[in-house]
């Protein structure tokens, strides 16, 4: 047993020591991007003026302050939080697959938001609960279908894979069903964006992702247990039902708080814990790493999203979508070889 010990521990110092790195290295480029996306807009504002106009003010405070720093924290936070939801779910099914827009709970949450959309005013408080409601009632059908003697996660990325195809289809007839006026504001909304996001769409959205990180820290020590085996898990101690349950109510949230403001941002959620866990060469997929790619990410594609048709700015679905399908063709070349 010491043996052992003896030799694990220093692979663990050298796990510790790279995420350690790639956290301070990924927390750069976040700050980086960060302040070029301040200085992008409809007039470029150098660094200097961006500093000058956080720290004391000035022509282009207002600008910088209500206008593009909103935008950019909201990159920010909303990419970490799909990348969370993104580590919750491949670590509960310990599957790369398993990710909230692959297995229907981005549907779930879409098609919770088109009902309120549709049947209620629309509000911002009617979409973020019907949003998260949404996107609960997807994931306990998915979980309920995929239990058999216990939770396969490979069924219940297959599970997840059928229900996402019928959301898919309910959404598109919720659609055209509804009115021209609220089918092209649901259509828009549908392609996931962040023009127009204000400190008063946002601040709430904040706060509510922060209580589901809360979550995550207090569980995060039981979900890398469970990532090792049910039996391991068990033997320390980890209630897995429990445990299950709470790991689908924060990813849930997490993904949904997002959607409920910014429609469906696809393939972040997908793509941010495996390329963290990549450059952490880690075992499982760590929470850390893979919320700070998702909020590299996603402020990159926004940035690309503003530049690649300026002056008009293109929904950031629309990047993170081609971001994802070039990830698909790396993830199915990576298993090709490893055949």
């Known amino acids: 047993?010491?043996?052992?010990?003896?030799?694990?521990?220093?692979?663990?110092?050298?796990?510790?020591?790279?995420?350690a790195v790639v956290t301070s290295a990924l927390?750069?480029?976040?700050?980086?991007?960060?302040?070029?996306?301040?200085?992008?807009?409809?007039?470029?504002?150098?660094?200097?003026?961006v500093l000058t106009a956080l720290t004391r003010g000035g022509e282009s405070a207002f600008v910088i302050r209500e206008w593009r720093l909103p935008r950019v924290a909201a990159a920010l936070v909303f990419g970490a939080s799909l990348g969370l939801a993104?580590?919750?779910?491949?670590?509960?099914?310990?599957?790369?697959?398993?990710?909230?827009?692959?297995?229907?709970?981005?549907?779930?949450?879409?098609?919770?938001?088109?009902?309120?959309?549709?049947?209620l005013n629309g509000t911002a408080g009617q979409l973020a609960a019907g949003s998260v409601a949404g996107g609960l009632l997807a994931a306990a059908v998915i979980y309920v279908l995929s239990l058999d003697s216990g939770l396969s996660g490979l069924r219940l990325?297959?599970?997840?894979?059928?229900?996402?195809?019928?959301?898919?289809?309910?959404?598109?007839?919720?659609?055209l069903r509804a009115e021209i006026d609220v089918?092209?504001?649901?259509?828009?909304?549908?392609?996931?964006?962040?023009?127009?996001v204000d400190w008063a769409e946002v601040r709430l959205p904040f706060a509510v992702i922060?209580?589901?990180v809360l979550l995550l820290v207090v569980i995060s020590h039981a979900m890398h247990q469970a990532a090792l085996g049910d039996q391991v898990a068990r033997t320390t101690g980890v209630r897995?039902?429990?445990?299950?349950?709470?790991?689908?109510?924060?990813?849930?949230g997490c993904t949904a708080t997002v959607t409920a403001i910014a429609g469906p941002v696809v393939f972040i959620a997908l793509a941010a814990p495996q390329i963290g866990r990549r450059l952490a060469r880690a075992a499982g997929v760590p929470l850390v790493p893979a919320a700070l790619t998702g909020g590299v990410l996603l402020l990159a594609a926004d940035l690309v999203a503003q530049v690649l048709l300026a002056p008009v700015a293109l929904p950031v679905g629309v990047v993170t979508t081609a971001i994802g399908g070039c990830y698909l063709i790396w993830l199915l070349g990576m298993e090709v070889k490893r055949r």
């Open 1 to 19: 047993m010491s043996t052992l010990t003896l030799r694990a521990g220093p692979v663990m110092v050298e796990v510790e020591r790279r995420t």
């Open 210 to 212: 922060g209580l589901f």
């Open 240 to 252: 897995l039902g429990r445990l299950r349950l709470l790991m689908v109510l924060a990813g849930v």
């Open 183 to 196: 089918a092209l504001a649901a259509t828009g909304w549908s392609a996931g964006s962040l023009n127009g």
């Open 157 to 175: 990325i297959v599970v997840g894979i059928a229900v996402n195809a019928m959301l898919t289809a309910l959404n598109s007839w919720i659609v």
């Open 27 to 49: 927390v750069a480029v976040a700050a980086a991007l960060a302040l070029l996306g301040l200085c992008q807009g409809q007039d470029w504002a150098s660094p200097a003026e």
């Open 86 to 119: 993104g580590a919750v779910f491949q670590n509960l099914t310990r599957n790369a697959l398993g990710s909230p827009d692959v297995i229907g709970l981005d549907a779930g949450a879409y098609t919770g938001a088109l009902v309120a959309i549709t049947v």
